[in-house]
């Protein structure tokens, strides 16, 4: 059940992203071909395209925290036993946690603050572009307690937030970019 719920999520994902960069180039593209082709444009391409890149940015920030692709330095950690790595790992989580709580928090009273004002061509509710902030911050801390909970039960070997180059590319690809170093 659980593993349907996040397949779905992680589609659902990645449909969203895929959409709004979709419909970002769309809308700019087209638009730039009316003004230089027509001498004239879409009126609410450049309003919609802000929007759709801070959503593509967010959900872009989700996706990576689910593939652990967010930068981070992790020599200190790695070299540590596995009770210290444990403790990091803790700490970390937390520290993330907590300021997931802030991005959750400022984002709730701007969309608050929003919810009557209105984008200037489009009349659509600035809270919408504000809620992404909340959505945002929701999903991560899901993905960060679930990655806190499997640690600890075991499903992962390592306690980790960050993934190493060596294991984001698969090793046919490392194995022919060090024969072309050769």
């Known amino acids: 059940m659980i593993k349907k719920i996040s397949s779905f999520?992680?589609?659902l994902l990645?449909?969203?992203?895929a959409?709004?960069?979709a419909a970002m180039s769309i809308a700019v593209f087209g638009n730039v071909v009316l003004r230089y082709v027509f001498n004239s444009g879409i009126v609410w391409s450049e309003e919609m395209s802000r929007y759709f890149f801070v959503w593509m940015v967010f959900l872009g920030a989700i996706a990576a925290m689910k593939d652990k692709m967010h930068l981070g330095v992790d020599i200190l950690?790695?070299?540590?036993?596995t009770k210290g790595q444990k403790v990091f790992f803790l700490i970390s989580n937390g520290i993330v946690l907590y300021l997931l709580w802030l991005l959750l928090e400022g984002s709730w009273k701007m969309t608050i603050?929003?919810?009557n004002s209105t984008g200037p061509v489009t009349g659509m509710p600035l809270s919408y572009l504000f809620g992404i902030g909340i959505v945002t911050s929701i999903w991560m801390m899901i993905l960060i307690i679930s990655n806190i909970v499997e640690a600890f039960k075991g499903k992962s070997n390592e306690f980790v937030l960050v993934a190493s180059t060596e294991e984001a590319i698969p090793d046919s690809a490392t194995d022919e970019t060090k024969a072309q170093a050769k």
């Open 9 to 11: 999520s992680h589609n």
């Open 14 to 17: 990645n449909v969203a992203i």
């Open 19 to 21: 959409f709004s960069l």
């Open 77 to 81: 950690v790695k070299a540590l036993p």
């Open 113 to 115: 603050l929003n919810k």
